[in-house]
């Protein structure tokens, strides 16, 4: 049985459903993945029914305690961080100094637990947590990137020069990543979509289209953050409402704070456009109530400014539900503007408008899209993908 650590940040947030469903892929091909995250997440964003067993599961590593760091410094790589640091801001320094003691605690819970190898899902502050355990003795690791390299902090070089494979989820993250830091990346660098769990995401009746009589059903599932584009998705509903079609919109998903940040900047928004009756917001929901949603919805609209690759359109697209994305970041890698979706500019609320309109009144394309949606989803973009991705690396008897 293959035994390993599998570290996420802040486990089991909202977004993480990806997650627990790549350790179910990994555990039904009999693999031992042991949980682990450096702080647990906000009250206000455990959301899923599977969440207290996951935590139940999880050791967290990330304690601020300065004992703890003066503790780890004999074992840190001090030559080698300060010649990092000479190029590096001076939050790299302070980030080594807040996972120094993370570092520690995961050498020590892996030799008790026989743990040789970890995979970490981000290159954020946990990817660093991982690099410094490695080099004080610890086990060898594994990384994911996710999004752009920017968004993960500094000290990359440090992060990437010493783990034995990693995986990224768009060819375009690998195109900047090999610009980005060339000789520090280890041999082996894969590219491997997220994915989704298609058998559970999936259908009990046939798509149907908005019908003459209808209010247009609009459903969109992100974080609320200002980048993935929700007050453009507002402005283009107040367009269809002038315009004298009736819709309305439906968002699931909750802000970092956990309800206290972006949230209260939509929430004035909504009341600035007059949409109070037109706009739910659902906030932290678990997967069930995603898919009686998109279950629910005539089209599924996600408008980010920037998106990696898009899990929540996977998962709309594995519902047969057809998808209004942006082309930005690596959402093109996902869908084919016309055959498998729409891709509109982002931030242009004119646009959407524009293509949910187009929809709306195509029942026929509307149908079509949601069947190629659906079939480019299983072909490509099952979670078991990259379960077995990970666990083919992890035990290649040929790595460095």
Not at 202 to 209: E, G, I, M, N
Not at 287 to 295: D, G, H, M
Request: hydrophobic share 45%; proline share 7%.
């Amino acid at each position: 049985m293959t035994k390993f650590g599998y570290l996420v940040p802040q486990f089991p947030g909202q977004t993480h459903i990806f997650f627990w469903r790549e350790i179910a892929e990994m555990e039904r091909r009999g693999a031992q993945p042991v949980l682990l995250s450096t702080t647990r997440p906000a009250a206000g964003l455990i959301a899923h029914d599977w969440s207290q067993a996951a935590m139940a599961r999880t050791t967290y590593l990330g304690r601020l305690d300065p004992v703890a760091a003066l503790a780890a410094l004999p074992r840190l790589p001090l030559a080698e961080i300060l010649r990092d640091a000479r190029n590096q801001p001076p939050a790299f320094l302070r980030d080594i100094a807040l996972a120094a003691p993370a570092a520690r605690l995961l050498t020590r819970k892996c030799r008790e637990q026989g743990i040789a190898h970890v995979h970490v899902h981000s290159c954020g502050r946990a990817a660093l947590v991982a690099a410094l355990a490695r080099r004080a003795g610890g086990p060898d690791y594994s990384l994911t990137l996710h999004g752009p390299l920017a968004d993960y902090g500094p000290g990359q070089g440090f992060k990437w020069r010493r783990a034995r494979f990693a995986t990224v989820i768009t060819q375009r993250l690998l195109d900047q990543l090999r610009g980005a830091l060339g000789p520090d990346l280890p041999q082996r660098v894969i590219v491997q979509p997220m994915g989704v769990n298609t058998d559970q995401l999936s259908r009990d009746a046939p798509y149907r289209p908005a019908q003459p009589d209808e209010v247009l059903r609009l459903f969109t599932c992100a974080r609320l953050n200002i980048v993935k584009g929700h007050e453009d998705l507002l402005i283009a509903l107040r367009r269809l409402l002038d315009a004298g079609r009736r819709a309305e919109l439906v968002i699931a998903g909750e802000d970092d704070a956990g309800g206290s940040g972006y949230r209260t900047v939509l929430e004035a928004r909504i009341d600035a456009l007059h949409l109070r009756d037109h706009v739910r917001l659902l906030g932290a929901v678990d997967a069930e109530e995603v898919k009686r949603q998109l279950r629910a919805a005539h089209l599924f609209v996600l408008a980010s400014w920037e998106e990696p690759l898009g899990v929540a359109l996977m998962e709309a697209m594995s519902c047969a539900v057809p998808v209004i994305g942006t082309n930005a970041g690596g959402v093109g890698e996902l869908i084919a503007d016309g055959r498998d979706g729409v891709l509109v500019p982002p931030r242009s609320p004119a646009a959407l408008a524009a293509a949910i309109a187009g929809l709306a009144d195509a029942p026929g394309r509307a149908r079509d899209l949601a069947a190629a949606g659906r079939a480019r989803i299983l072909r490509r973009f099952d979670a078991g993908r990259g379960a077995e991705t990970l666990l083919q690396e992890i035990t290649r008897p040929d790595h460095p």
